[in-house]
């Protein structure tokens, strides 16, 4: 009565049982392999990867097991169970094939991608030479010449600049106002002599000629009403007598009233840079004070351009030229804290000033027909 109300396979015990016993097969004669818990945290049963994962063979140590199924009421439902288990086993496996290949693409290209990320392209050395100041030096720097003027109250030493192949040169008038004789040195070493043409006192301006000149580079003249504060600059400039030294600073400030002697005496000492009596650098006047010396009775006051590019004596006459190397103005005048010293104790404490370069350019026509002084 019990067997026959009994459901089939209802109430059968796991036939995974082991110790044996009636009706139950005899347990294998191996230790059954333990679940594997995957990277992933998924837990798995192995197989002899003889393709019992597809559930449709039976063969191999697991296929005999589910077999065994068969044999007891419930076998085809319990068969179908288990097919599922093993498929998913597969499944999971090659899941964790591709994450796991992904995974170590995805740590090659990173590698890869980090490798090209913090490489450094090397800087080319020789690109800093053709850039910024050096350019700037190398472009107008056989544009500027040392001019050393000689007369029956002294010598001086200042600078120049060409304005044109012919040999037209630029300068300062307290360079080489009075002067006998002029000698003009390139930057390549060569000497000419040279005359003057035509000077503007009030603006402490000169034009001179080097005579038979011919094919000299002559600078670009820019924009002074282009200039701004802030502005980087290059001096270029024979301080010293120190032929084609190059400094460097910015704009300070634009439209400084700067006072100097109109005498003609003024331009002639002894030593560099056109000095005046005392032995002191070309004196000026600027914001009430007086500096390097007297300027005497005869003065004249022109808008200047402030810059603290260092400027020693003999950069009188020199270039103040922009970084599209053009040039912005004529150096004029350098305080120095050696005032009432000799030249040698006198330097540059970074208040400099120079003759705006649109002063210059709308004087030259005076200049090339003799100069404002001709006609006083």
């Known amino acids: 009565m019990t067997d026959s109300t009994r459901r089939s396979g209802a109430d059968e015990p796991y036939p995974y049982a082991y110790g044996g016993g009636a009706g139950y097969p005899d347990p294998p004669a191996y230790q059954p392999q333990q679940p594997v818990t995957t ?19 039976g063969a ?42 992904g995974a170590a693409a995805l740590v090659t290209h990173a590698t890869q991608k980090s ?15 053709n850039s910024g100041v050096s350019a700037v030096a190398a472009a107008v720097s056989p544009s500027i010449v040392e001019v050393s003027a000689s007369g029956t109250s002294g010598q001086s030493t200042g600078s120049g ?23 003009v040195t390139f930057s390549d070493g060569s000497k000419k002599t040279a005359t003057v ?18 094919g000299l580079k002559a600078a670009s003249l820019g924009d002074s009403s282009k ?8 001096a270029i400039g024979s301080p010293e007598g ?21 005498d003609q005496g003024q331009g002639q000492g002894q030593g560099q840079g056109g000095q005046g009596p005392g032995g002191g650098q070309w004196p000026f006047e600027f914001g009430g004070g007086r500096y390097n010396g007297d300027v005497g009775s005869s003065t004249t006051t022109y808008k ?6 260092s400027l020693n004596p003999g950069n009188s006459g020199g270039a103040l030229i922009n970084m599209s190397g053009q040039v912005i103005g004529i150096n004029s005048a350098m305080y120095s804290a050696a005032s009432g010293q000799n030249s040698s104790s006198a330097g540059s404490v970074g208040l400099g000033f120079s003759i705006p370069v649109n002063t210059v350019k709308s004087d030259l026509a005076s200049l090339r027909s003799g100069g404002s002084d001709s006609n006083t």
């Open 161 to 183: 600049v060409v304005i044109t192949s012919g040999g037209e040169i630029i300068t300062n008038n307290h360079v080489v106002s009075g002067a006998d004789a002029i000698k």
């Open 242 to 262: 120190l032929t084609g030294t190059v400094t460097s600073g910015i704009v300070s400030a634009l439209d400084r009233d700067v006072t100097v002697s109109t």
């Open 60 to 101: 191999g140590e697991d296929g005999g097991a589910f077999a065994s199924e068969g044999a007891h009421g419930g076998g085809g439902r319990r068969r179908a169970r288990a097919s599922r288990p093993v498929a998913l086993i597969a499944a999971v496996a090659a899941v964790s094939a591709l994450v796991g290949g």
């Open 39 to 57: 990277p992933s945290g998924v837990t798995v049963w192995p197989g002899d990867g003889s393709g019992s994962g597809s559930g449709g063979s």
């Open 227 to 234: 200039v701004t504060v802030g502005d980087q600059v290059v």
């Open 115 to 129: 490798d090209t990320t913090i490489s450094t392209p090397v800087v080319n050395a020789k690109s800093s030479s």
């Open 197 to 214: 043409v035509g000077t503007d006192s009030k603006k402490d301006l000169a034009l001179i000629k080097v005579a038979g000149a011919s």
């Open 304 to 309: 200047a351009i402030q810059t603290d590019a």
